[in-house]
RNA sequence: GCCCUGGUGGUGGAACUGGUAGACACGCAGGACUUAAAAUCCUGUGGCCAUUGCGGCCGUGCGGGUUCGAUUCCCGCCCGGGGUACCA
């Protein structure tokens, strides 16, 4: 009797939720392990085999961590607010929260037939009002706090009240938007109205001025994403940029801890460099050039201020808000042109575009602050408005993209450092001696900022200062399907909501589109307004804001007086393994690690940092197929007959391909405009083109697990996919390896089995052979779980399998461990197994195997050769004597004798049974 | 453009710290069993040459470098993937 996977899996599947086998235990005295995944975006589409990829390895781990006794909290949730199922409501009508609660559904319902060991009792459901209350009440905490650098760190804005109060803000160090000096009499004399707008600059939650996507005709906010060359993705109508009133999260306060952080915690190193190169710190100075003709100052920010002498024009972003001003009535006409299509392009279609140099001159002059020579003002769209003070002081000696700007407009080009050919390229490298800049001239190029910045200061026209390249976070969003912001506004100044009012609920609405007049969908909601009359804020909060806490409340999941309790929050502190894609490096990674920060700060959590460890799994990719129609006519050539004929690529839905063979009756029944096509075969097959794509539905390349469970099983599906490569790497989706891991899992039922299906467990004692074989892969088995190195514990596996077949081992002494390490992988089989040897309980309650090194030893043969002085065995060459110092070696050989003529090496490299290197 | 990352047989990949490149698996070819097929098992399988055995040369995207020795380290390219601030 073969091995029946489909009624076994039920099985096994039913018996631990049944049981709750991987509820988290109330005991705290055990020591504890928290793995978490990075939960799904309930999609449409439903599960896609890239979504098992990260949760299988968090899976063998959990369930290894529990073999190996640790109480293992390994939760699962849905981040479930988002903008597909806001688009679907939009095209349907649907309510997103029935769309949603359906994907969810076929979501669990497909993740069960994996055997995850998840503790569902804990699911969260980011869209879910008992969640959101506690999101909505973070946001409350943010808008009551403000960042005092003088502690470093966040505190409730009572603390800045009192301090106003007696001193006024003149000595308050906080991270805060510009605001005017006062003493603590005028705050004192400041209207209710003032002192708000006031504290508004100081909140960690703010509302500012920001640049956004905006489409005219949809009357809506755009994603980057659904805007395609400048026209929305939906209807293809032109997108503008728009400034608006927005939410915005004072993440800025955190940058240099969330940098010093990267250094405590155990993460890849490239996402620790990205979000390093996105908060991109960098040290220099401001400073203010006069206008001619003007009252204002242009201010820029340079990490360059040694370099001042070899400023010959200014550059501002086309949106400087001193453009139009400074603008002479000659120039007006070009410059505006030029500012309507700078607008029109997205910040990274002006930054990807280098080859296009494009900008405008303004009319406008300011004086050098050293020379007092006359300095032409231009705008460009290479200087973004986001980034320092949308300024700078271009130095085409020594700057790439300046070099290129007055190259291109002939502007001059002056060398103040030496070392580089001005004539052929810009020289940018902070080495050499400063020439051509009076009292810089000589210095060294450090040497010569510190002086600059020195002398920008005694002359009061800027200070040295720290820029970062990152942006408080914009929090606003103006869609339907997010979380309420609860806030009212009296004669437009904010206010929260009192907190018994939490959770504001999503309020029904007629549709989901912005009203009228623009204002986002829950404008439209009858009496959107608060208790006391005044308006609701109609915007929501972004996708990430679920999911930047979401860790916590895995902790406490159903607690409905805090976002968990403080006993919970202490024994399980943060995440100890942390599985996801690297896709969100520098979104959701960053902003989990802000909250955490900000909680911590608050005394409301035991530590700074979400997750000690983190892994990044590679994404799954489909592999598109197409089969390929002649231009014209109903008719598909096969792939490898095309030659020089002119086809169109039709996407096939890769579910009727198997080899790239295509199921010519199944597509014909699928596709009906192809059911009456010709089709022109080679060696009677129809072959199909592929291409490598991400997964979508609109491709016909998603690959549901759900068939191959079908076929294969769920053990199988969860080892192939662990075979399939190591987890960080993104591979192409392809099964044409799947046999194998099938195979292997018949192979270990016949290890139990034979042909009839009879038991034939051996207990007898084990042999020396068959111990090794046993003990090693024990060994590469702990060592590989614990580098996280899956591919390589299947073939292990596969080789342990071959050598005990090989050998005819049924010896109950040698399979029962077997079972045991192989659990963590193939569940369902070796829960199976492990009744069948006739224990009660779930091998998820044994304890892991430990491996003896004393079954490790080979038995030992001479080897011939002798080394500082003493005979040596291949077992002990096995153990590894690599790259050990050797002083002596005679190598008792006639080949090698005579290669060394007698003479001694000076160095010899061995591996195990070979000489590798001699140095004579 | 910028930041991060990957490139090894026909295919997925292994080689963990600079030391036998290609483990393991798929595929393919041949064979055993079978009336036949499926399943299972055995043998071979990087390329070229030699195949009467020993063997010989080339080979880890491309071009250089360091080293006794490089898939691994350094420099310069080419190509693929991810991110790029309202996708999640």
Not at 124 to 129: F, Q
Not at 215 to 229: H, M, R, S, Y
């Amino acid at each position: 009797m073969e091995y029946e996977f489909r009624e076994n899996e039920a099985k096994w599947q039913k018996y631990w939720a049944d049981h709750k086998t991987f509820a988290a235990a109330k005991d705290k005295t055990k020591p504890k392990y928290y793995i978490l995944d990075m939960f799904p975006y309930p999609s449409g589409a439903g599960l896609h085999v890239g979504h098992p990829l990260g949760y299988i390895a968090s899976d063998i781990v959990t369930r290894y961590k529990r073999m190996q006794g640790f109480n293992v909290l390994h939760p699962m949730g849905y981040d479930s607010f988002g903008l597909p199922a806001e688009q679907y409501a939009i095209q349907t009508g649907q309510h997103p929260a029935i769309t949603t609660e359906q994907n969810i559904n076929r979501y669990r319902e497909q993740l069960d037939k994996v055997g995850f060991s998840f503790d569902w009792d804990r699911e969260v459901r980011t869209s879910d009002p008992a969640y959101y209350k506690w999101t909505q009440w973070i946001f409350m905490q943010l808008f009551n706090s403000w960042y005092n650098k003088d502690t470093d760190k966040a505190e409730n804005l009572a603390s800045l009240i009192s301090i106003f109060e007696q001193n006024g803000n003149a000595n308050v160090k906080a991270v805060c938007s510009e605001t005017e000096q006062f003493s603590s009499e005028e705050w004192k004399n400041y209207s209710e109205e003032q002192k708000q707008i006031i504290l508004l600059n100081y909140r960690l939650a703010y509302l500012s001025d920001t640049m956004v996507n905006w489409c005219p005709q949809l009357g809506t906010v755009l994603a980057n994403e659904e805007v395609k060359d400048g026209l929305s993705e939906r209807g293809g109508y032109p997108v503008i940029r728009k400034e608006m009133k927005q939410w915005s999260l004072r993440i800025i306060a955190y940058a240099d801890r969330l940098l010093e952080g990267l250094d405590r915690i155990d993460w890849p190193e490239p996402i620790k460099e990205m979000q390093r190169n996105w908060i991109g710190k960098s040290e220099g100075s401001t400073i203010r050039f006069q206008l001619k003709d003007h009252a204002e100052a242009i201010e820029v920010f340079t990490t360059r201020p040694d370099t001042i002498y070899g400023v010959s024009y200014m550059t501002l972003a086309p949106e400087h808000e001193l453009v139009k001003k400074i603008c002479t009535a000659d120039r007006k006409a070009t410059v505006e042109a030029y500012i309507d299509i700078a607008a029109n392009r997205s910040e990274r279609d002006r930054m990807a575009d280098v080859k296009t140099i494009s900008g405008e001159f303004t009319g406008a002059y300011v004086v050098h602050p050293f020379t007092g020579k006359d300095i032409p003002v231009w705008i460009g769209d290479y200087v973004l408005a986001g980034y320092g003070t949308g300024a700078v002081m271009a130095v085409p000696g020594h700057d790439t993209r300046d070099y290129a700007f007055a190259k291109h407009f002939d502007l001059p080009i002056l060398e103040v450092v030496s070392g580089g050919d001005l004539s052929v390229e810009a020289y940018d490298a902070k080495q050499g001696a400063m020439v051509n800049s009076d009292f810089l001239n000589g210095l060294e190029v450090y040497d010569a900022i510190k002086a600059a910045i020195a002398k920008i200061e005694e002359k009061e026209i800027g200070k040295g200062t720290i820029q970062y390249r990152l942006r408080d976070a914009i929090f606003s969003r103006q869609r339907y399907w997010g979380e309420p912001i609860p806030v009212k506004f009296k004669n437009g100044i904010p206010e929260l909501l009192a907190e018994d009012k939490l959770p504001l609920k999503l309020p029904e609405v007629d549709a989901y589109l912005p009203t009228e007049s623009g204002e986002p969908p829950l404008a439209r909601a009858k009496n959107w307004m608060s208790d006391d009359g005044f308006a609701l804020e109609a915007s929501t909060m972004p996708g990430w804001a679920g999911s930047s806490w979401y860790f916590l409340r895995y902790m406490d999941a159903k607690n409905e007086h805090e976002f968990a309790a403080k006993e919970e929050l202490n024994y399980w502190q943060n995440v100890d393994l942390y599985i996801g894609g690297a896709e969100h490096a520098t979104g959701h990674l960053l902003y989990v690690r802000f909250w955490t920060k900000f909680l911590f700060d608050l005394g409301m959590i035991p530590k700074d940092e979400m997750a000690k460890k983190l892994i990044n799994q590679g994404m799954i990719q489909g592999v598109s197929c197409f089969a390929h129609r002649i231009q014209g006519e109903n008719k598909y050539v096969s792939f490898n007959l095309i030659k020089d004929q002119k086809t169109t690529a039709i996407h096939i839905d890769v579910n009727l391909v198997e080899n790239g063979v295509m199921d010519i009756e199944a597509v014909k029944a699928w596709k009906p405009d192809m059911a009456n096509a010709e089709f022109i075969l080679e060696d009677g097959k129809f072959i199909c083109g592929h291409e490598v794509e991400k997964m979508s539905k609109s491709k016909y390349n998603v690959v549901s697990p759900d068939v191959i469970i079908e076929q294969h099983g769920a053990d199988t599906l969860r080892m192939y996919e662990m075979f399939l490569g190591p987890l960080e790497l993104g591979k192409p989706w392809n099964t044409n390896g799947i046999e194998g891991v099938s195979k292997f899992i018949r192979r270990v039922w016949r290890l139990f089995h034979d042909a009839t299906g009879n038991l034939i467990i051996d207990e007898s004692d084990a042999t020396k052979d068959e111990l090794r074989t046993l003990h090693k892969t024990i060994k590469k088995i702990t060592e590989d779980i614990d580098r996280f190195s899956f591919n390589t514990c299947i073939s292990t596996f596969m080789i342990c399998v071959n050598e005990l077949t090989e050998m005819k081992c049924h010896k109950r002494s040698v399979i029962e461990p077997l079972v045991l390490i192989l659990a963590p992988f193939a569940p369902h089989l070796c829960e199976e197994l492990w009744s069948i040897l006739g224990h009660k309980e779930s091998i998820s309650a044994a304890p892991f195997p430990k491996y003896n090194e004393a079954y490790l030893v080979q038995s030992s043969f001479e080897y011939p050769i002798s080394i500082n002085g003493k005979t040596r065995t291949k077992m002990e060459l096995d153990l590894g004597l690599n790259n050990q110092q050797i002083e002596t070696a005679v190598l008792e050989s006639d080949e090698v004798q005579k290669f060394l003529e007698g003479k001694q090496p000076k160095k010899v490299i061995i591996v195990p049974g070979r000489i590798v290197n001699l140095v004579i």
